[in-house]
């Protein structure tokens, strides 16, 4: 390995940047040159990118966001645009190409391992947290971090009102955020794309379930099932007339901000770790951790399966809940 390319695709997390850091430096480190692209597949059909020196990563490790930028790339779904990726990879002697991203980002990983042969890792970069083969990825805990700040300050006005707030988080195939945030958030209930959204019983959970409180907060998850929640918040309303319902859309300030202690040290392990494998002559695989254990799975995998957040955290909420 003289040469390893890196780049972040897709949804942008907290922490990203710590993991370009790291597989930069560890590359430094072995004397391979990183090559950053730009703006993900779109730019490495493009031919953007350049070798990256210590200087561009420091500073980096407490910013949000990527450095290299990110994007969704329509053309590189065609042979056309896959082959203009495949001729600038090879016109600048890439030996690697270590990937950022989620599922969208190691499919096309995948495809240009297939295509050309070359070595390739995954780092799961998402705040969804819904890659198979890890217990958390890259920008999930500060996510959390920042839905629960929200829903504490929501609770504070709640709480002035007697009101139910219905606050939606993202979540739109997986219920990681939503379920993790209720528990941690102290939220009365959580709805989420894995359950079953039963409106009636919804109601009368609020009526009966939380008399007296003066506030109550639901958790919804974007994917649910009976809708958004304002959607939501439409059906209860028959139901409860006499309640004051709220609802608020947290929305993409869930993607920003500096990155926590834990994803700041997960990323750097494994933008390390990628490197390393690497190094030993592996490749299609998703590195990842379990508890703190590094571990990897072929990337096949990690776009097949599917990862589900404990479903026993609901009956966890439940007892939680009950007087």
């Known amino acids: 390995m003289k040469k390893i390319a890196l780049l972040t695709s897709g949804g942008d997390a907290p922490g990203m940047n710590a993991a370009i850091r790291a597989i930069v430096k560890t590359c430094l480190h072995h004397k391979i040159t990183p ?3 730009y703006d993900g597949y779109q730019g490495m059909i493009e031919g953007r990118g350049k070798d990256l020196k210590y200087r561009d990563v420091d500073n980096v490790i407490q910013l949000g966001g990527t450095i290299l930028g990110s ?4 053309a590189f779904m065609e042979s056309s645009g896959r082959e203009r990726a495949i001729a600038f990879l090879k016109r600048e002697e890439i030996d690697g190409l270590i990937v950022i991203g989620g599922d969208g ?11 050309m042969k070359i070595p390739v890792m995954g780092i799961p970069g998402t705040i969804d947290n819904d890659i198979y083969g890890t217990d958390f990825t ?5 996510a959390l971090n920042t839905v629960i700040d929200a829903v504490d300050k929501i609770r504070d006005t709640a709480s002035s009102h007697h009101r139910v707030f219905f606050v939606e988080v993202m979540g739109r195939d997986a219920g990681f955020i939503a379920l993790y945030a209720a528990i941690a958030g102290g939220a009365e209930s959580v709805l989420i794309p ?3 959204t039963d409106i009636k019983n919804l109601a009368h959970t609020i009526r009966h379930g939380y008399k007296g409180r003066r506030s109550t907060i639901i958790l919804v998850a974007e994917g649910d099932d009976e809708g958004h929640a304002l959607d939501i918040l439409g059906k209860v309303k028959p139901l409860l007339p006499e309640y004051d319902l709220r609802h608020s859309v947290l929305g993409h300030i869930q993607r920003g901000g500096s990155p926590s202690v834990q994803d700041r040290i997960l990323a750097t392990r494994l933008g390390n770790y ?9 490749s299609g ?10 571990v990897s799975c072929p990337m096949v995998d990690a776009i097949k399966e599917n990862a589900s957040p404990n479903l026993a955290y609901l ?9």
Do not use: M
């Open 274 to 282: 990628a490197v390393e494998l690497l190094r030993q002559g592996l």
């Open 138 to 142: 890259i920008g999930f805990d500060t």
């Open 35 to 37: 090559y950053g692209i």
């Open 105 to 115: 980002t190691f499919t096309g990983a995948t495809v240009l391992n297939q295509e």
């Open 71 to 74: 994007a969704r790339s329509a």
């Open 194 to 196: 894995e359950e079953k």
């Open 315 to 323: 009956e966890l909420l439940q007892v939680l809940q009950t007087k």
């Open 285 to 294: 695989l998703a590195v990842g951790v379990n508890g703190t254990t590094l």
